[in-house]
């Protein structure tokens, strides 16, 4: 399968100190499941904001969906943000908007019509265990929900990237497995998921999951070849999705 993602030689450097990132290089295939690991401040955060376009490296190419995303004008850089869903590890939630509001704004600023957002946002607020809370601004959710709230608004336009930083890091285990097979439902439909995480128990529930471990700003498993078997029973839930 083609590669959706590529760094060669990237380095990153905030300001005039040392290099954050240095010299990464990877390819992550299309419909790919991968978790970035590795200790705090290691340089995780930093490679998911390159993934999503937020910042542009220091050095070296990155390449989305084809495109060299270094030398392309940044005029058009906001139609490929629209197909980058993200996780915020401070969840970035709009203060004076409803959850439902929040997890309906990306379908909305997509034009779809209030009938067909109600349905899908109705869908994923079941799923989430969020229904009855549909009505709560951010200010009035726990850190669980808020960080709920924050995967549903990223996933409900089915991204052909999905990138999260820590994503269960706020939920009990019941709901972080609930989330990680909504991870591997999405992925199930072709989203290429990056996943930042310091769980190492997540890594064995996703079946052909691929590991990257970033130590000191270098990629130490730069081939991405250490995976896990799958599961005797991996989830079905792409349904959910439809």
Request: glycine letters at 10%.
């Amino acid at each position: 399968m083609s590669a959706i993602v590529q760094f060669e030689n990237v380095g990153l450097r905030y300001g005039t100190g040392a290099e954050t990132l240095t010299d990464v290089s990877f390819s992550l295939r299309q419909g790919g499941f991968y978790f970035l690991t590795g200790p705090s401040g290691a340089g995780k955060t930093s490679i998911l904001k390159l993934l999503y376009l937020a910042m542009r490296p220091s050095r070296g190419l990155i390449r989305l969906f084809g495109e060299d995303m270094v030398m392309i004008p940044r005029d058009r850089l906001p139609a490929f943000r629209r197909r980058i869903g993200v996780v915020f590890q401070d969840f970035r939630l709009i203060p004076h908007l409803s959850a439902y509001d929040n997890i309906a704004l990306p379908l909305r600023i997509m034009g779809q019509g209030e009938k067909e957002v109600d349905r899908s946002v109705t869908e994923m607020l079941n799923w989430v265990g969020l229904a009855e809370r549909s009505s709560a601004r951010p200010a009035t959710l726990s850190g669980g929900e808020q960080q709920r709230v924050a995967i549903a608004r990223a996933v409900i336009t089915r991204p052909d990237i999905l990138v999260a930083d820590e994503p269960t890091g706020n939920v009990d285990p019941d709901m972080a497995a609930r989330l990680l097979h909504l991870f591997d439902g999405l992925n199930k439909l072709g989203t290429t998921l990056v996943i930042a995480t310091h769980d190492l128990h997540l890594l064995t529930r996703i079946g052909n999951a691929t590991m990257m471990k970033i130590e000191g700003g270098k990629l130490s498993d730069p081939t991405g070849m250490l995976k896990y078997p799958p599961r005797a029973d991996p989830p079905q839930i792409a349904d959910i999705l439809s």
